[in-house]
């Protein structure tokens, strides 16, 4: 069971503290590895507070031994109430930077606190000096996790990092996404007009479009997270990004699908029309934004499969 930080003495407060600063150097060496390849420069900074905590350490070390000596009670955050635990998210194929600034942030004002209530408790002179130079020190640090992309990182710099989180972006999120919503908005129009045209009810071609849209769905979303764990292409968490394919196949479905809710046939068919004309721009917009897929050819492309799948749909229903 978790100690209360009131029960502990000026012996355990400062083994706690050589425990905290080494745990946080080590995250923070963790940090930089992560982070070298796409953000080297932030990666940097971290690499500097990691060997900052580490003196930390040293000089925490040098205060115990001089008043309790060599044996150093092991007691580690897990071990006292009230301090956050930090679940292992650099362990992942890919750290987010604002995941990361945020976390470092959260450490350092936990840290500071942590120092500002071990001095109240502590009556040695040195050791409260010590303490209390630490808590600026960490003050500081919390300052410089908050504002990172601001502090020894250049102009070129800044725009490579900026760059690196664009790719991130587009591989984790764009290509999942619109992989989702051409697969929903395309495959589901020859099942929803064949629905539409061999029945003349708008009931019926609801839920024809409903159950293609739910199925593709879930079917693209598991196909996209089995395909790939992310640890070497860099595409992040295969179930995020499943989720992300999964949930645009089933929005790229159920946009065309859904004006069958009208009970007027002709109404529900001329609105799918339109909306499968906007879900189709959206794609080719998306396509020339985020995959420097030239706009015109971008919508050529894509509205053409889309009229040829929307073509053979009702050719198959009306047949």
């Known amino acids: ?61 040098d205060q115990y031994k001089s008043r309790f000596g060599d044996h150093l009670p092991l007691i580690r955050r897990s071990d006292v109430k009230g301090f956050t635990q930090h679940k292992p998210f650099w362990l992942g194929a890919t750290l987010s930077l604002h995941k990361v600034r945020n976390a470092a942030a959260v450490m350092e004002m936990e840290t500071t606190r942590f120092y500002e ?51 991130l972006f587009v591989l984790q999120i764009v290509q ?4 989702g919503l051409m697969d929903g908005s395309v495959s589901t129009l020859a099942p929803l007009f064949a629905a539409a045209f061999a029945t003349h009810d708008t009931k019926q071609t609801l839920l024809v479009g409903l159950a293609a849209s739910v199925g593709a769905g879930i079917s693209m979303g598991f196909a996209e997270a089995l ?16 989720g992300i394919c999964g949930l645009m196949t089933a929005i790229g479905g159920l946009g065309h699908s859904l004006p ?17 004309v906007v879900e189709l721009l959206v794609i080719a917009w998306v396509r020339h934004r985020y995959m420097d897929t ?9 509205v053409v499969g889309g009229v040829l799948v929307f073509i053979a749909g009702i050719l198959i229903g009306a047949s």
Do not use: C
Request: aromatic content about 6%; cysteine-free; glycine content about 8%.
């Open 260 to 276: 069958f809710i009208a009970r007027s046939f002709h109404f529900a068919f001329v609105l799918a029309v339109m909306v499968v």
């Open 176 to 179: 999942p996404g619109l992989a």
């Open 227 to 242: 395909s790939d764990d992310g640890a070497l292409s860099g595409r992040g968490h295969p179930w995020a990004r499943g």
């Open 294 to 302: 030239p706009l015109l050819s971008a919508a050529f492309q894509v």
């Open 117 to 167: 209530a071990a001095m109240q408790r502590t009556t040695d002179v040195g050791t409260r000096k010590l303490l209390g130079d630490l808590a600026e020190i960490e003050r500081e640090h919390t300052h410089l996790a908050e504002s990172l992309e601001d502090k020894g990182i250049s102009p070129n710099e800044r725009k490579e990092e900026e760059e690196a989180k664009r790719r």
């Open 1 to 61: 069971m978790p100690l209360s930080f009131k029960d502990l003495g000026e012996r355990e407060i400062l083994a706690l503290a050589v425990s905290l600063e080494e745990e946080d150097g080590r995250i923070y060496g963790e940090f930089a590895e992560g982070l070298k390849k796409n953000f080297p420069a932030t990666a940097r900074i971290f690499e500097q507070m990691r060997d900052e905590e580490s003196e930390h350490r040293r000089r925490l070390l």
